[in-house]
């Protein structure tokens, strides 16, 4: 008779042989597709404003207490204006911010500055300190010119008084950002 340890040894062995029995190996074949690279796009943004100069407006008076009227920033041509170019490879949405300071805090509260691409836009929108879009995209090597205006608000006199020969300096900011793209637009994802 079989004991039982050789009994159970065998049908390990048994057991291992029929598991060994169903491998095997397939054929496999490969392909290497080497040196891809992903190279970052490029924004590059140039400014081009007449004469390169800023522009300097002298004189300004409040509007009627009615209506706020826009008045061209007077530089060149009765109005001034900066192209702005995407010198980089992708699209730019353009943004517009400016920052206005004063000694005299009122004449910041009481002039706005405008913009907008039609020279003729009698409702130019209002450029804040805080980034605005244009709506305006520009691809690699494309521009855009924007036109500005200002208004001043007209309110009591004795606020107005201390605004007397007093200069607002304004800083406006161009900024191209890559637009927004959610991942089903993109080819492929």
Do not use: C
């Not at 065998?10 to 392909?31: C, D, Y």
């Not at 020279?119 to 605005?132: A, F, L, W």
């Not at 606020?159 to 991942?183: A, C, H, W, Y």
């Amino acid at each position: 008779m079989v004991n039982k340890k050789m009994l159970l040894s065998i049908l390990i062995i048994a057991f291992v042989g029929i598991a060994a029995a169903g491998t095997w190996a397939n054929f496999v074949v490969s392909a290497e597709s080497t040196g891809n690279t992903l190279t970052a796009g490029e924004l590059g943004i140039d400014l081009n404003r007449p004469l390169q100069r800023a522009f300097a407006v002298n004189g300004i008076i409040p509007d009627s207490k009615e209506q706020i009227e826009y008045k061209y920033l007077f530089f060149f041509e009765d109005e001034y204006f900066v192209n702005i170019r995407n010198t980089g490879n992708i699209p730019g949405q353009l943004f517009i911010s400016a920052t206005e300071s004063s000694s005299v805090q009122s004449l910041a509260d009481n002039v706005k500055i405008y913009y907008s691409t039609n020279p003729n836009d009698p409702n130019p929108i209002e450029i804040t300190d805080t980034p605005v879009d244009t709506g305006e995209v520009l691809n690699g090597g494309q521009s855009t010119t924007l036109y500005f205006w200002y208004s001043y608000k007209n309110v009591d006199s004795s606020i107005q008084n201390n605004e007397m020969g007093q200069t607002l300096n304004v800083d406006m900011k161009f900024e191209l950002r890559n637009p927004e793209t959610s991942v089903s637009t993109i080819p492929g994802a």
